[in-house]
Structure formats: structure tokens, C-alpha cells
């Protein structure tokens, strides 16, 4: 029999009941996460890493009381042991040719065994998203992330000299490398790089996720547009430290407020989402008005 006490809701018998397997998970794993916090995730490109793997775990725990309602009764999945001895390949691989893809990887997929094996496939119906939405803090190839970077940036740089002229800045462009007035100034990965686009991706999918709206027309719209505001926040961040540049020169660019610039990509970006979302809040509130009150 199942306990249901515990703060929260969740089933903190079951956590006891797992200690070993958690404790296994907290050997295997805690390296992984130190070397990963004291080398990429302290690196600006990668700085989403520790907070999606906390948001992803929360939302483990929050919805954990509908989870268990909806396995009630039902036994655990065997399926969850080939899942796990896929994982544990996944992570020797990883770890003895020190491939920080594959270590990630299969604490994924050996959490999502774990949760199959105690809760069977009906839990995954309920967990999806947190294990979709923990793929974001996996760090991918160097080759992958270079090949899709260098047409971000162009197109980063292309729409911010474009943008900037038109509001008369006396700008040029060569490639990535911006001149405003006396300075120049090179678009870098952490700018307008497929990390950046991840990260905001994940933060959009993240509100999608929170905010639940019964609107299939909403969530489906509001999912493709994430990426055009995703490909705006980071122009705005460029256009902000071009413009920082060029007025308190270029001390204060590469200071201080270069770090500020990197707060305004996430602010601009929440902002979008939620300005994209109430618009489209008002257009389904629309189509759902009969035609006479429409009028």
C-alpha cells in the first residue's frame, strides 16, 4: 500500500522505501554535477544549466500528487529495467571517454526509469514535461553548436545594424563584427548563440507549462512564436550593449553593464512572452464571443 503522507503531497514512504537507488543516484551523479557547476555551467553560455535542472526537479515534486493519483493501484513498469541498463551504458560511456552529453543523459533516463518502475507508464502521462524540459540542461556538442551558431549571429547582427541605421547611428557591418562610430565591436556566442536561443526556448516552454491554458489554439501558437522572440530578445541585447558602447564607451560595455545586457535578454524575452500571450488571450476571447456580441 501506497502512503500519502508527507508535505506537499508527495510521497515521502516512497522516497524511503528508494533510499537505496537514490543514494546510488547521489554517488554516481554528484561528480558529474560539481564538475559540471565548477566548469560549462559557470561559463555564461551555459548559466541556464543548474537552474533548469532545480525547475525541472520542482516540477517533479509538484506534480507529484497528480501522479500518484493517476498510477493509484497500478503496479510498476517492467520496462523501467532495460531503460535503466540503458542509462547506466549511457554513463560509463560518458564518463570513462568524459563526454558530458552522455553523463547528463543518462541521469535522465535513469530518473525516468526509476518513475516507471515505481509507478508504471501511467505516471509518464503526468511527468512528461519536467523530463522533456531537463534535455535543455544537457550540453551539446561543441561541432553542433558551432555550425548553428555562426547564422544566428549573422542574423543577429545583420538586424541590429539594419535597425540602428534606421534610427540614424552611424553603423556598419562586417560579418559578426559591428562598427559604431570609433568602435568596434564582435557579436560572441554568449550574444546570439544557439545556447542563448536554448535557454530562452526553455524559459518559454516553462511559462507555457505554469500558466496551463485550456486553449489548444494558445498553447500551439504561443509555442512557435517563442522562437521569433527568442531571436528578438537577443537582438535587443546586442542593440543595448551596441548602444552602451557607443555612448559611455567601451570600458562600460565590456564592464559592468555587459553583464546588465545579459539581464535585459531575459526581462525583454519575458516580457514578449507575455505580451504575445495577452494578445493572444484577447483574440481567443474573440473567436469564443457569439457573433452579435462580436458586433
Not at 538586424?159 to 568602435?183: D, N
Not at 536561443?197 to 512564436?225: D, K, P
Not at 551596441?242 to 519575458?270: K, P
Request: proline share 4%; glycine share 10%; aromatic share 12%.
Amino acid at each position: 500500500m501506497r502512503s500519502h503522507a508527507g508535505a506537499g503531497g508527495v510521497d515521502w514512504t516512497v522516497l524511503r522505501r528508494d533510499w537505496p537507488f537514490l543514494l546510488g543516484m547521489a554517488v554516481l551523479y554528484l561528480p558529474t554535477l560539481y564538475e559540471l557547476m565548477t566548469g560549462i555551467w559557470s561559463t555564461e553560455s551555459y548559466a541556464h544549466g543548474p537552474i533548469i535542472l532545480a525547475l525541472s526537479l520542482w516540477l517533479l515534486l509538484r506534480q507529484w500528487p497528480a501522479m500518484r493519483a493517476a498510477c493509484a493501484g497500478r503496479p510498476g513498469s517492467a520496462a523501467g529495467w532495460p531503460l535503466f541498463v540503458f542509462g547506466m551504458l549511457l554513463y560509463i560511456a560518458g564518463r570513462s571517454q568524459d563526454v558530458l552529453m552522455l553523463e547528463m543523459g543518462s541521469f535522465i533516463v535513469v530518473l525516468l526509469a526509476w518513475i516507471l518502475l515505481g509507478y508504471g507508464r501511467g505516471a509518464l502521462a503526468v511527468q512528461w514535461f519536467p523530463f522533456f524540459f531537463m534535455l535543455f540542461m544537457v550540453p551539446l556538442p561543441g561541432v553542433v553548436v558551432d555550425a548553428l551558431t555562426m547564422p544566428m549571429k549573422m542574423a543577429v547582427s545583420y538586424a541590429t545594424e539594419h535597425l540602428l541605421y534606421l534610427l540614424g547611428y552611424p553603423i556598419a557591418r562586417t560579418g559578426v563584427i559591428l562598427q559604431i562610430g570609433q568602435y568596434q565591436l564582435m557579436v560572441a556566442d554568449a550574444c546570439a548563440g544557439l545556447q542563448t536561443l536554448l535557454t530562452l526556448e526553455s524559459l518559454g516552454l516553462f511559462y507555457l507549462n505554469i500558466v496551463r491554458h485550456t486553449s489548444a489554439f494558445r498553447n500551439v501558437l504561443l509555442a512557435l512564436l517563442i522562437i521569433p522572440i527568442s531571436f528578438t530578445a537577443n537582438v535587443i541585447r546586442v542593440i543595448t550593449l551596441t548602444l552602451i558602447t557607443y555612448h559611455f564607451g567601451d570600458a562600460a560595455g565590456q564592464g559592468f553593464l555587459h553583464g546588465f545586457a545579459g539581464m535585459v535578454l531575459f526581462v525583454s524575452a519575458l516580457l514578449l512572452i507575455i505580451g504575445v500571450d495577452s494578445l493572444l488571450q484577447y483574440i481567443v476571447k474573440l473567436r469564443r464571443r457569439p457573433a452579435g456580441e462580436a458586433a
